[in-house]
């Protein structure tokens, strides 16, 4: 049987982003957190190196926004990495007072009583961690502060299928109950978009299954502007095994003196960049990329066996633990590694409060494209990101709420005119399809004639999931494609209209930085594709 909900506030997605936006939402707001799934399939619960912020005398929120800058490429919106890096303290301490073990400085160098690690492009060490399991320890303590408040109501076996929309505003949407496979109606004054990101587009991820970009194309397909969506970020280190299902290897091991080397044992990252290891991501990630294609192998090494077998059990203990449920002793010997799509840097076009173009539409957290991480994000600026715009959202949500208005009825779903599938192989076969060609024409490097003939494929894919949406009753994987293809659709027009390399988007086309394309790039379902030369920065 179908329901009909109301809310003041719906959030959909119970990662980061959405737990404290729950949290810092007024206590006399009705509100739901709808999830896909229970549990442990959203990047939050897999994050390892940390969150950044600033907490010593040593360093400044100028620092932390030179070196987000820097690693951004020149697209940073500077305002709002400013905002970010100045927020960050708050954040950390709120999480101190939730009861986040963060781990704490043994040897009592840090006045902020924190062990604080280093990774690719701080200058400082400024992440704040705990162990090697940040984004479990993170999850757990939102979760048991969002379970006592009476106000907020769970539903993690929902997938929110179309937002609906009513001149111009955000008013509900639909969501598929997993449980009985109905579809319900959720209407709301408020609803925030904290669904992650999308890099399960590709073949390779570190991502958990749920990063189908589902935020991204619901938003699109309201009418919402994306922006940058071709700076995807391939992270450097994903454990190569045919058994471990790109399980990330942080990059604080290289923050606390890991190597890279080739099957030689030769130090590579030094010919690339005066920083080694520590260059920011996409230097480290191409770097590999070009090492394994010009020698024809299959993976790298990471190496930290020269430090003792006490720090890193200590530092690292997951990492240690899982790649010796593979035979791999990293106290002794280096760990077999490749790049992956690790993080969608663009996505639905934010303010500084999280507000998108369309009215009651918010997004926060790895969905948004808020202008903070540019062509490239800095590690740990993503959960700082989630912290801080979680925060501005929910307050202005909470200034301008108004829960005497009345919301309009609305239609519930029909299903009137379609049947159930008999041809399941279609969306399986269409999921390995594009995920792979995303991977062989839409990765680390591009040409125009590789992005052409993946865009090609997107729209055949295309026609023939809307068919099959219109004719069949919707499950879980057909949404997750139907949004895939709409995303990977995003990707590749945005890498075509970017006529210039820069950050993470390399192409063998035109491998030079230009001037002209110093802008973010602003896709309009409304007014079709902008090019980035004409556009000015948001
Ligand atoms: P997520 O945590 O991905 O949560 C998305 C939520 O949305 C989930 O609850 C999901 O069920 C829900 N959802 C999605 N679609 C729908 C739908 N259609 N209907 C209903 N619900 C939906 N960043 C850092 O800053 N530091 C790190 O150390 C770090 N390490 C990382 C390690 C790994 C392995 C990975 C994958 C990422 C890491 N990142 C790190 C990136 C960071 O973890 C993510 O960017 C961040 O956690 C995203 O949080 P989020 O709340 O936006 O989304
Ligand atoms: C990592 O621990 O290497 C991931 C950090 C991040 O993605 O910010």
Redesign the pocket.
């Known amino acids: 049987m179908t329901h009909q909900f109301k809310f003041d506030v719906i959030i959909i997605g119970s990662g980061a982003a959405g737990l404290s936006a729950a949290l810092h939402l007024p206590g006399s707001l009705k509100i739901a957190v709808l999830a896909k799934t229970p549990g442990e399939q959203h990047s939050s619960y897999w ?4 969150i950044s912020a600033v907490l010593e005398p040593d360093d400044s929120v100028d620092q932390h926004a030179q070196d987000t800058i820097e690693a951004g490429a020149g697209l940073c919106d500077e305002a709002v990495v400013r905002f970010c890096a100045t927020a960050g303290r708050e954040n950390i301490e709120w999480l101190a007072q939730l009861g986040m073990p963060f781990s704490r400085d043994r040897q009592e160098i840090s006045d902020s009583g924190f062990h604080l690690t280093r ?1 690719g492009g701080h200058s400082r060490r400024r992440v704040v961690h705990a162990a090697d399991a940040t984004g479990k320890a993170l999850q757990q303590t939102l979760q048991a502060h969002v379970l006592e408040r009476d106000n907020i109501r769970i539903f993690n076996q929902h997938v929110a299928i179309d937002l609906i929309h009513r001149r111009k505003k955000c008013v509900g949407l639909y969501a598929l109950n997993r449980h009985d496979q109905h579809v319900d109606l959720f209407r709301a004054h408020k609803i925030v978009l904290a669904t992650g990101g999308a890099a399960k587009v590709y073949l390779y991820t570190s991502n958990p299954d749920g990063s189908t970009g589902d935020g991204i194309a619901m938003a699109w397909r309201a009418g919402c502007r994306v922006a940058n969506m071709e700076f995807i970020q391939f ?1 450097p280190t994903c454990l190569y095994h045919p058994d471990a299902k790109s399980f ?1 290897i ?3 091991i290289r923050g606390e003196g890991g190597r890279l080397l080739l099957p030689d044992g030769h130090r590579f990252m030094k010919d690339f960049d005066s920083r080694a290891e520590l260059a920011p991501r996409d230097i480290v990630a191409r770097a590999i990329d070009h090492e394994m294609k010009r020698l024809g192998i299959d993976c790298v090494f990471l190496d930290i066996s020269h430090k003792s077998r006490a720090f890193i059990k200590s530092h690292f203990p997951t990492i240690y633990q899982r790649c010796r449920d593979f035979d791999i002793d990293i106290t002794r010997q280096p760990i077999p590694v490749v790049p992956a799509a ?2 969608t840097c663009g996505g639905v076009m934010v303010d500084i409060n999280g507000h998108t173009n369309l009215e009651n539409l918010y997004a926060v957290g790895e969905v948004a494209y808020s202008g903070l991480h540019g062509a490239n ?1 800095m ?5 700082l990101e989630c912290l801080v715009f979680s925060q501005a959202a929910a307050r202005k949500i909470a200034e301008e709420i108004d829960t005497s208005r009345k919301l309009p009825v609305l239609e519930r779903w029909d299903e009137s005119q379609v049947t159930d599938s008999d041809e399941d192989i279609v969306v399986a076969h269409n999921w390995d399809e594009l995920r792979r060609f995303m991977w062989d024409y839409v990765g680390i490097v591009r040409t125009n004639k590789r992005l052409e003939r993946a865009l090609h494929r997107t729209e055949l894919l295309k026609s023939e999931i809307n068919e099959y949406y219109g004719n069949y009753k919707v499950s879980a994987d057909l949404l997750e494609l139907r949004n895939l293809v709409v995303v990977a659709e995003l990707i590749i027009r945005s890498a075509l209209a970017r006529k210039e390399s820069r950050g993470l988007h390399f192409t063998l086309d035109y491998p030079e930085t230009r001037d002209a394309f110093r802008v973010p790039t602003i896709l309009d379902p409304d007014q079709h594709q902008k090019s980035p030369a004409k556009l000015a920065t948001i």
């Open positions: 994050a390892q190196g940390g990774e992270h990330l942080t990059e604080a690790h993080y994000r590690a740990s600026n993503s959960l």
